[in-house]
């Protein structure tokens, strides 16, 4: 068993996003100690491109924070190099495509496995083009996460078979004043999910309050909180540590409490949701 | 080609939210594109309301003037709403209509086709929006005032360089959170699979007509055909029927801006590498981690960082070859053919212009080159007249 496979074994999974270099690099390794502190399980660092196309105007603007302070997929390979020093916890990268592909996919994964980067999340590389990085991941032992999304229903089968570590299941497509439609659509997707595979299923909205992280807790194996989090940073900037650090407890708590019942307190505010 | 692939390019690089709207694409054009019913229609539209089949004009004094290959002027320019873009918009309209869409999206960059999008919306009865860069809602403001007379909403992308990738960006975005009732209507012959294929297709209308129309003034075929490439589309669409004519040379012009060794251009074979962006395997400019580099034209329609994959393929197997045009030697040839023949170009089919000044005196005069004029150049007036340092006020 792998840590990622682990980090579900104990609890629901809170898996807290953060922009890798966003203000900075010191700031962001600060983060990584901070959430694992207020009780993340997994941690998702984003490492930044300049066309994130599956994230909204949020996490957007932290990509280009990032990159204008230098970030590079080098700079973040070192830093968590540094961190595995402290901690065990599951570290994935979130990234798209490109940067991989031309960093060398082979390389990019060796550099994962040898700096201790467990998994990676590309949200622009679907089933049909898995092969892209599929066998350099596995010649690294790192694990390649695959998505779901609502409208995924005819493909769960193929793409659960591929997937490993968890299933990243997204529910993006609604609209504001349609909470009820997406809250039926994430738990119809989980259920069928469910139905082909043993592996976990973790959540990713625009999951913005307790409330909800412990509605969506209720329905999923594990909760994914993205722009919440990088909105903190954006406005505290170096001064983001504590605030995050805060925010953080309280999703766990919540997530602990187990309150709230599926689809209770969704709400996806337009522009703000994180694939 | 298999699975959407032009050689080792092309694929369908996009986010699961976009895959279920893209199958639905994939298989509605499958199921349309040979139907009779679809055929006829589409012909029908191309011909009374784009004004089908373009001209092939001989363009005369500018044969004379180089004093080597006779120059074939194909007017796109002389379609309905100016440019080629109409007859991808009018395929892919209609087959939204049949899909049970409602609203059409598009990206712009020159405006071109947002206007050629708007028109078909507006034509056949559909919502549209249509989302452009803010720096090129400035550099083309005439374009926006169009596109919102016809009826559509224009949305400023303020994200990244605030150009044609941005807007390419932020229409992706809109259509994985509104696919049911919503047709992406992209531009050009890039993006995730059927859309180079289709766009492509859509296209190839170009160069058929260019083949029966050289036939029956020369009784030949060309042996240059010429056009400008961003993504590509009316390049493909002019070098598809020749693809298999290997006598016919094919050239693609693309943007070096202020020039291939300066920072600011768009020149993705010359200066790119492969990538995967954009639900794409392609060129693309950009910088050793894989960021795609902010790039620049004088026209905003070419002022994209990449290229479609078709013209990536054709480029590696050398059946097509793609050169740099700065915009001093575009912004010269706008005026070459402006005073020559009278004919204002698009500052974008101006850089095919550019290509043919040079490559015609050394051909012999038994020699023909096509140039494709994509668009006409009355939208480029008043940025050739800042160009120049003229303060014009439209």
Redesign the interface.
């Known amino acids: 068993m792998n840590r990622i496979t682990e980090a579900f074994h104990r609890r629901k999974a809170l898996i807290p996003f953060i922009t890798g270099g966003d203000p900075d690099m010191a700031v962001t390794e600060e983060l990584i100690y901070a959430l694992i502190d207020a009780g993340a399980d997994l941690e998702e660092i984003g490492l930044p491109?300049?066309?994130p196309?599956?994230e909204?105007?949020v996490i957007?603007?932290a990509d280009?924070r990032a990159?204008r302070a230098g970030c590079?997929?080098d700079k973040l390979f070192t830093l968590v190099r540094r961190v595995r020093r402290r901690t065990n916890i599951p570290l994935l990268f979130m990234t798209?495509?490109?940067?991989?592909?031309?960093?060398g996919s082979r390389r990019f994964m060796e550099n994962c496995a040898d700096c201790g980067v467990d998994g990676l999340i590309t949200?622009?590389?679907?089933?049909?083009?898995r092969g892209?990085l599929a066998a350099d991941s596995a010649a690294c032992g790192v694990t390649l996460i695959s998505?779901?999304?609502p409208?995924?229903a005819?493909?769960v089968r193929q793409?659960a078979a591929s997937a490993e570590g968890f299933l990243y299941c997204?529910s993006?497509?609604?609209?504001t004043g349609e909470r009820q439609e997406i809250g039926r659509a994430a738990a119809d997707i989980i259920a069928r999910a469910r139905t082909v595979t043993n592996l976990p299923c973790a959540i990713g909205f625009g999951i913005s309050t307790p409330a909800q992280a412990g509605a969506m807790a209720a329905l999923a194996d594990g909760v994914i909180v993205g722009s919440a989090i990088v909105r903190l940073v954006a406005e505290n900037g170096a001064a983001s540590v504590a605030p995050v650090r805060e925010f953080v407890r309280g999703l766990r708590a919540a997530i602990d409490a187990g309150s709230g019942t599926a689809g209770a307190g969704l709400e996806t505010r337009e522009g703000e949701?994180h694939? | 080609m298999e699975?959407g692939r032009f050689g080792g390019y092309g694929?369908?690089?996009?986010?699961?939210?976009l895959?279920?709207?893209v199958l639905e694409l994939e298989a509605a054009y499958e199921r349309w594109r040979a139907d009779p019913e679809f055929t006829g229609e589409l012909a029908a539209l191309l011909a009374d309301y784009a004004g089908r089949p373009s001209r092939l004009y001989f363009a005369r004094k500018m044969t004379a003037d180089l004093g080597g290959a006779k120059i074939y002027l194909k007017r796109e320019d002389l379609n309905h709403t100016g440019s080629h873009k109409i007859n991808n918009v009018l395929g892919q309209a209609l087959l939204a209509k049949k899909m049970g869409k409602t609203r059409l999206i598009a990206e712009t960059g020159a405006g071109q086709h947002g206007v050629a999008t708007a028109t078909a919306a507006a034509l056949m009865d559909m919502d549209c929006e249509i989302f452009m860069g803010r720096e090129d809602t400035e550099r083309q403001a005439l374009n926006v005032y169009r596109m919102e007379l016809l009826g559509a909403k224009v949305h400023r992308v303020t994200?990244?360089t605030m150009t044609l990738?941005?807007a390419v960006?932020a229409t992706?975005?809109e259509w994985?959170?509104?696919?049911a009732d919503t047709h992406y209507v992209l531009g050009s012959v890039m993006g995730p699979h059927p859309f180079p294929l289709m766009v492509r297709d859509f296209q190839a209308v170009i160069g058929r007509e260019i083949r029966a129309q050289l036939l029956a003034a020369e009784g030949r075929l060309p042996d240059v055909v010429v056009a400008c490439v961003g993504g590509g589309s009316n390049a493909i669409g002019s070098f598809y029927e020749f693809i298999p004519e290997e006598q016919v040379a094919l050239v693609g012009c693309e943007a070096a801006g202020l020039g291939v060794d300066h920072p600011q251009n768009a020149a993705t074979i010359a200066n790119g590498?492969?990538?995967?962006?954009?639900?794409m395997k392609s060129y693309?400019c950009?910088d050793?981690?894989?960021?795609?580099a902010p790039v620049y034209s004088i026209s905003a329609g070419l002022d994209y960082p990449g290229i479609g994959p078709e013209h990536a393929a054709l480029h590696d197997s050398g059946r097509a070859i793609y050169v740099p045009v700065t915009d001093a030697e575009a912004v010269e040839a706008f005026d070459y053919l402006s005073r020559m023949e009278g004919v204002i170009p698009a500052v974008e089919s101006a850089h095919a212009v550019a290509w043919a000044r040079q490559a015609a005196p050394a051909l012999g005069r038994e020699k023909i080159i096509v140039i494709t004029l994509s668009g006409r150049g009355d939208k480029d007036v008043a940025a050739i007249a800042r160009y120049r340092g003229v303060d014009l006020h439209e």
């Open positions: 491109f300049s066309d196309i599956a909204g105007p957007q603007a280009e990159l590079t997929a798209y495509l490109n940067p991989v592909f031309t960093y949200p622009d590389m679907p089933w049909e083009e892209e998505m779901l999304a409208t995924s005819g493909r793409i997204v993006s497509l609604g609209v949701i694939v | 699975n694929g369908r690089y996009i986010p699961e939210t895959m279920s709207a994200s990244g990738k941005d960006n992706m975005r994985a959170s509104r696919a590498s492969v990538g995967v962006f954009h639900g693309f950009q050793a981690y894989g960021q795609i």
